[in-house]
């Protein structure tokens, strides 16, 4: 199948990642791995590892698992707040990863520049017009603007007004990817025409045949609808915690209680305000293998986004993305 008019407006993206489609996938800790990757990279999409919280030697070998499983291009994303995060670089330059994602924060001086060094693309995640407009200057090639009905950690400005606070300003001249609550192709079909050069997607994959997740963690998803995907609160105001989207259980109150944890050792252990966060961090990682590698879905974390709702069964992701860019055309053509 061919599918022209969204062809048409996805052809910046494609010419940037080197894909047949401007379809990225979310970076989802323990669920975008290589069987996950190499599958969206083999059906035309542009599959991204999550480093999460990996060390570099785990990296190295998950980029090369991957790279043995599709010679399509694939995209790795590290967080800008991982302690090893130069040597994880060094990693990506080493295997010539041709796109780096970072996540998670303002990239700290010196690492666009580190991954530049093999001629990397750098892509970088947008919360605001200004912060865009600054990370294009410090030699971002490309801007992922998510809104906050995503899954996993989010801001706190919906899609749609990110979308046309910031495309209006920044798509002609600029490569921008809109993510957060994509479920169907005729969210992509609007976006694109907006100026978008593509999207990126997470909960809609993260259910795929090819996903390793668990058969409980799985079924979570086909049983929740868009309300039961909710943000987590903020116990104390000076601990630096970026909300998280999950489906709400047992895991939600686990988190509360951690951040009191967290907050007590700041007040009686004197610990460092970035120990206080990668704690944080750790604990989602700890949390979020929980509920996809073991299945515990009542103590794991969920994390999903709002379009969870639409996602009712196993599908490869050859039909998934066959699936949204048939609404996306179908829409277009009823322009």
Known sequence: MTYPLTAHLMQRGCDFLGSEHAILCGAMSWVSERHL???ISEAGGFGVIACGAMTPELLD???????????KPFGVNLITMHPQ????????VRHKVGHVVLAGGIPPKGS???????????????????????LLRSGADALVIEGMEAGGHIGPVSTSVLAQEILPVLADEHLVFVAGGIGRGEAIAGYLEMGACGVQLGTRFACASESIAHPA???AFFRASARDAVASVQVDPRLPVIPVRALKNKGSELFTAKQLEVA???????????????????????????????????????????????VTQEEPVAEIIAKLLAESEA???RR
């Not at 998950?62 to 010679?71: C, F, P, R, S, V």
């Not at 995060?85 to 990506?92: A, G, K, T, Y």
């Not at 750790?282 to 379009?307: C, K």
């Open 112 to 134: 666009v520049e580190a991954i530049k060094t093999s001629g990397a693309k750098v892509i970088c995640f947008a919360p605001t017009l200004a912060l865009g407009k600054k």
């Open 61 to 71: 070998a998950e980029i090369a698992a991957t790279a043995a499983l599709t010679a």
């Open 37 to 39: 990757v190499s599958a």
């Open 217 to 219: 963690f799985k079924k």
């Open 264 to 310: 007590r050792a700041l007040d009686e252990d004197g610990i460092a305000m970035g120990e206080a966060q990668l704690q944080i961090e750790h604990y989602w990682a700890g949390a979020l293998r929980r509920a996809v590698i073991d299945g515990d879905i009542e103590h794991g974390s969920l994390m999903a986004g709002q379009s969870v709702g639409m």
């Open 85 to 92: 995060l130069f040597e994880l670089i060094e990693v990506c």
């Open 331 to 333: 829409a277009l053509g």
